[in-house]
């Protein structure tokens, strides 16, 4: 008879990558021969013309039971082109949406069949159960994700925080948490800085006192996809009586998810319509892009869309969304900005150094115009961190996505720091 030690009756998990950086998240668990993979990512600093970034020590020839993505964020899916396309991935439905349109739009691809899962429902992968757990976070449909195999729990945070328009999904399981978990593997995103971050409705407000202070047009610089942001900047519009415009491919992607949350705002609602520019235009016609000239016409001819060419002779109370290539196209189509105009950039402040941000940053000085930056992150405060680990009193924390862990594991309890590639065998032992 052959003995089987201890160690080969228990999961094991290995870190591939993140245990040292934000972003490129590739978690493996391993169990008896099985395999799941929790997020598959490309790094931060990575350009795809050199490779798709497998983690070196990510074994891609043997098969998987499944990769489960956590959310729509190319830093915990991008390296899905990359996998051999016989490894299931799984996902939320709504992310599923998102990683197609962002597909779409930059020519890249995904497995040709994506499965879906419904939050808080678990779902068998192997012998692996899985549970997804909706979160709050500047991705939309993000989900935690609690992993049950060979009589231990694994937690996996994703990335979350508390100051969304879904932040009462983290205070309801900071207040009752997952019981017996053997490990949390836990985002540090923002470790490194100490201050409280607003909330989404401190942003309302604040976005409200600018649209009443800037006697012209507002542009406004944010992502398609963060919808939280959308609703956010949305709201503020409806309270001050302006009217936002957005590009259709934000139309595009309000339908989309629109199927599966009605409340979300669609084009023609009060206060909301589509602006036509050539760039979309060519993306939604092109054939190895978007390649959907019907919905393109259907905007078009549906009575709340206009062309750019009416931002300088039409009303002055819009909210306008802005990125460099829409900027572009406003310009020309005719528009003169003045120092009535204000643009709000809502994005990461890193951004602003990129020379397309730089170039619109001059063209808005040039002509006078105000500048303000209202944003939030998209991830938890140190504080709130500590809170939620505290919470869920795993036997032990695994730090992932940050590249402060070093300078704070003293602030938490029964930290494992693991290094990439390295294997953590889940014994259940504090």
């Known amino acids: 008879m052959v003995e089987v030690s201890p160690d080969a009756r228990n999961p094991r998990l290995i870190v591939h990558r993140s245990a040292h950086q934000i972003g490129g998240n590739c978690i493996e668990i391993a169990y008896q021969g099985h395999r799941l993979i929790l997020d598959a990512g490309s790094p931060l600093d990575g350009k ?35 996998l051999p396309h016989s490894w299931p991935v799984w996902c939320g ?56 195999v060979g009589g231990r729990r694994i937690l996996y945070s994703g990335d979350f925080r508390r100051t969304g328009r879904k932040s009462k999904l983290v205070d ?8 017996d978990v053997d490990v949390l593997l836990l985002e540090g995103t923002t470790l490194g800085r100490a201050e409280a971050f607003p909330t989404e409705h401190d942003l309302e407000e604040r976005f409200k006192t600018a649209f009443r202070q800037t006697p012209g047009r507002v542009f406004i610089s944010w992502s398609a996809q963060n919808i939280d942001r959308t609703v956010t900047i949305y709201r503020a519009c409806k309270q001050t009586r302006r009217t936002l415009l957005v590009d259709l491919y934000t139309v595009d992607v309000l339908e989309q998810l629109g199927a599966y949350y009605d409340s979300l705002p669609q084009m023609g609602w009060p206060n909301l319509r589509g602006v036509v520019t050539s760039g979309i235009k060519r993306l939604y016609e092109t054939p190895d892009r978007l390649n959907r000239p019907a919905f393109f016409e259907r905007c078009c001819t549906s009575g709340h869309a206009f062309s750019a060419s009416k931002l300088e002779s039409g009303p002055r109370n819009n909210v306008v969304m802005l990125r460099p290539s829409l900027l572009r196209d406003y310009v020309r189509k005719g528009l003169v900005l003045t120092k009535d105009d204000c643009w709000i950039f809502s994005m990461w402040s890193g951004y602003l150094g990129e020379p397309d941000h730089l170039t619109a940053r001059e063209v808005f000085d040039k002509a006078g115009a105000r500048f ?12 709130d961190l500590q809170a939620f680990a505290s919470s869920i009193n795993a036997k032990h924390l695994v730090p992932i996505h940050s590249f402060e862990w070093d300078q704070h594991v003293d602030d938490f309890a029964n930290v494992a720091r693991l290094r990439d590639g390295e294997v953590f065998v889940v014994n259940g032992n504090p």
């Open 48 to 82: 795809p013309e050199e490779g798709e970034f497998a983690p070196p020590s990510l074994d891609t020839l043997a098969p998987v039971d499944g990769v489960v993505v956590s959310h729509p964020h190319q830093d915990h899916y991008g390296l899905l082109r990359g």
């Open 93 to 148: 439905g709504p992310t599923e949406k998102l990683m197609r349109l962002t597909a779409a739009l930059t020519g890249g691809s995904l497995p040709p069949e994506v499965h879906t899962f419904d939050s808080f429902t678990p779902i068998r992968v192997g012998p692996f159960e899985v549970t997804p757990l909706l979160t709050d976070h500047s991705a939309f449909d993000a989900h935690m994700v609690l992993v049950e």
């Open 172 to 179: 309801r399981m900071i207040k009752a948490p997952p019981y």
């Open 372 to 383: 303000e930056q209202i944003h939030t992150s998209g991830h938890a405060s140190r504080t």
